[in-house]
């Protein structure tokens, strides 16, 4: 389902900060995300932050974008996940125990795990559990994938699929037999790829890295920290997709209007939403 006309503008716009520096490279992307949804976007140097120069306490989502940060040399996401741990631990206790929303996409979701804070089992942030490993295929990999979302999350309201594009090296899901049995009762398996329009249009494997249990992104317990390999900021309009011709052509036989937004944007939409 594509959502442009749940666009709209408010008149008090949460204040979202994305994080950058040392090999963050998505942050442009998702700030256009936010901004279309209605939010103020303010992308933010990590060592500003550690300079006082901005202040978490001043926004209410935080997004850690994809890219490479430290070039992944200690692991991906590690590196930029021990500078917070170091410098700015307190300040983001502080943050994810208030009514606010964090995202971390990609290598953001890379160091969202470094931190511990997802799953974060019992609210215990920064207890490390799970891991993103190399792909089964030991290849950068970059295509489109399907998705499902199969629980709740403020990030999550009203979607039950959707398609993004992925870009990793080390996004293979992994976590041992009784973690990942908790995470399942618990239900923090937030979102898994799914065999859906683009899968059959590219004819790829459904599952691109070996994910175990085919888990694209989780949760911590209180939904409001979402961690995923796909980029939505990527695939935000609907000429992004990679069948996007069949649903130009689509459009124009049954005389509709051609969308557009994909449907990944719905999830910039659910973050504002929740502060309007």
């Not at 901004?35 to 303010?42: I, K, Y």
């Not at 410098?87 to 971390?104: A, P, R, S, T, Y």
């Not at 090296?169 to 799914?194: M, N, Q, R, S, W």
Request: with cysteine; aromatic share 12%; glycine share 8%.
């Amino acid at each position: 389902m594509f959502i442009e006309k749940h666009l709209r503008d408010f008149n008090m716009k949460p204040k979202v900060l994305i994080f950058s520096g040392y090999g963050f490279q998505s942050e442009e992307e998702t700030k256009l995300g936010f901004e279309l949804a209605g939010a103020n976007v303010d992308i933010v140097h990590i060592n500003d932050l550690i300079e006082n120069l901005y202040h978490l306490s001043d926004y209410q989502i935080l997004a850690f974008p994809g890219g490479f940060s430290y070039g992944d040399d200690t692991g991906s996401g590690n590196a930029y996940a021990n500078k917070l741990k170091n410098h700015l631990w307190e300040d983001m206790q502080n943050f994810v125990m208030k009514d606010k929303l964090i995202i971390g996409i990609c290598n953001g979701f890379q160091v969202l795990v470094n931190l511990g804070f997802v799953p974060a089992f019992g609210s215990k942030y920064g207890e490390r559990t799970v891991a993103l490993v190399h792909n089964e295929s030991s290849r950068l990999i970059c295509r489109w994938v399907d998705m499902k979302v199969i629980t709740n999350s403020p990030w999550l309201i009203n979607m039950t699929t959707f398609s993004a594009p992925i870009a990793h090296g080390e996004g293979k899901f992994y976590a041992p037999a009784d973690i990942l049995d908790k995470l399942h009762k618990k239900k923090l398996v937030a979102i898994k790829y799914t065999k859906g329009n683009i899968a059959n249009y590219q004819d790829y494997p459904v599952n691109p890295n070996g994910s175990i249990d085919d888990i694209a992104g989780i949760i911590d317990e209180s939904g409001r920290i979402l961690g995923l390999m796909p980029h939505p900021e990527r695939g935000i309009f609907s000429f992004q997709r990679p069948d996007f011709g069949f649903i130009k052509e689509s459009c124009k036989r049954r005389g509709e209007k051609i969308p557009k937004f994909s449907d990944s944007i719905q999830i910039f939409i659910n973050a504002v939403n929740y502060f309007s």
